[in-house]
């Protein structure tokens, strides 16, 4: 059987060194062989799995790694299985574990420590606006790649939103006992979200002391200790840090700083570095808001789509890609027609955007780009409207996301831009056809949303 599974991986990854093992499953390092690239095959055996009743943790481990892709988790590439094994194909991480900066008493230095807890609250942020929880938060499931940036790995004790009770809360006990919250502990219901961020202030503590906030020989005394949020500072921290912990290692989960707040944090905010795959030309550059009533004079004319043409085309399945993203990708109604003229509504937009606090820079006459200046989930939301006429007396405004959060991204056009420009629109893409009062019938063109 081993054989056989040599041949899978065969025609695929060319299978080297062992890097690790657990009790159930090996991982090794592997090759791609049609690119080349590094990966980590972790080999899991069946039979195992069902002996110990483990097969649905297997399942929502990767259900969890799937849902997750972000710069600061290690990202699951496949899922291969024969008769006899699973193997999970992994994104390869070289650095090794954290916790060999720390182990046998060594601490970093603050601004080493607050890199790795910026870019450990980055990704369980992330995880968290997906709905997933980590619950096994631990140095020893933080790898390091080759830049020396942090990778969060190991979801075996994830736990996904339909595992929680009627009450709303979670109830498996799991973890490791030295960084699991207290309300984990009292067996009483818990959220999972709350509990992490418990499980990143022990992280934080151990990365600047070098040792455990809460030890003991003695398991009971050592929940004891967890109970009371019974710890004490070595004499090196500065009270910003002392004031932190204090937050995040709150006994209260009620209490208990949240993600949000930790991100409000002059002392974790300083240095963040800021990852954007788009920029603004000229960033922190805006013109000059226009005076009341007055309108730009364009130095040209919208792109033109004749409104027959583009309702029958999409009547007869045609691909529309430049007005209308594909329904795999359409998570919101983006897209909206408008009886203004395309000068009048860019510069509403415009407006919009300034208001929101976003970065602004015309790159057509027709086309807006704009950038968040808050810190999101995966770097500062930016986003294009661009403004197409489809006739005399109608335009077609398409929102896209360049950068940024997908979550973010919607709640900016359903909460921000659609209230932002109610008196411009016509109609939203996915809102009901009606009459308009004139004995018009409202055109509307649907694209569905996964």
């Known amino acids: 059987m081993e054989e056989q599974a040599h041949i899978l991986l065969g025609g695929k990854y060319e299978k080297g060194r062992l890097i690790g093992t657990g009790t159930f499953a090996k991982v090794y390092y592997a090759r791609e062989i049609s690119t080349g690239d590094s990966v980590a095959i972790k080999v899991i055996n069946k039979d195992q799995v069902k002996d110990q009743g483990m097969v649905e943790q297997i399942q929502r481990e990767i259900s969890a790694t799937r849902l997750v892709r972000h710069p600061n988790i290690v990202q699951l590439r496949e899922v291969l299985a024969t008769k006899s094994k699973i193997y999970y194909v992994m994104e390869y991480v070289s650095g090794g574990e954290l916790f060999a900066k720390v182990a046998n008493g060594g601490r970093l230095k603050e601004d080493v420590a607050r890199k790795y807890f910026q870019q450990l609250i980055s990704a369980v942020d992330f995880c968290h606006s997906r709905g997933v929880s980590h619950r096994d938060i631990k140095p020893e499931n933080l790898l390091l790649n080759g830049n020396d940036d942090l990778k969060i790995t190991d979801f075996g004790f994830s736990a996904l939103p339909e595992q929680k009770r009627y009450d709303g809360l979670l109830h498996t006990q799991c973890g490791t006992p030295a960084y699991v919250a207290p309300e984990v502990l009292r067996k009483k219901g818990y959220d999972g979200a709350k509990a992490d961020i418990w499980s990143c ?192 007396e109608m335009t077609v405004v398409e929102f896209s996301k360049d950068s940024g959060d997908t979550l973010e991204y919607e709640k900016f056009c359903e909460e921000d831009v659609r209230p932002a420009l109610k008196d411009i629109v016509w109609t939203w893409q996915g809102d009901d056809g009606s009459s308009n009062g004139d004995g018009e019938v409202n055109v509307n063109v649907n694209v569905d949303s996964d």
């Open 201 to 392: 202030g022990v992280v934080l503590y151990v990365l600047l002391a070098g040792f455990l906030p809460f030890q003991d020989e003695n398991l009971m005394n050592l929940y004891r200790k967890i109970f009371k949020a019974e710890y004490e500072f070595p004499p090196w921290f500065s009270p910003e840090t002392r004031k932190l912990i204090s937050k995040l290692l709150m006994a209260d989960p009620e209490r208990r700083i949240s993600i949000q707040g930790i991100m409000r944090v002059p002392w974790y905010r300083r240095g963040l570095c800021r990852q954007n795959s788009f920029r603004l030309k000229k960033e922190g550059i805006s013109p000059p808001d226009p005076a009341p009533g007055s309108l730009k004079k364009s130095t040209s004319s919208p792109a033109f789509f004749n409104a027959f043409e583009l309702i029958s085309s999409m009547s007869s399945g045609f691909d529309l890609s430049t007005l209308f993203e594909s329904k795999e990708k359409k998570k919101v109604a983006s897209i909206f027609t408008s009886k203004f003229s395309a000068a009048a509504i860019v510069e509403r937009i415009e407006a919009a955007a300034r208001g929101l606090r976003f970065r602004v820079e015309r790159e057509e006459d027709f086309k807006v780009r704009m950038e968040g200046t808050e810190e999101g989930r995966k770097g500062a939301l930016a986003v294009t409207a661009e403004v197409f006429e489809m006739a005399a």
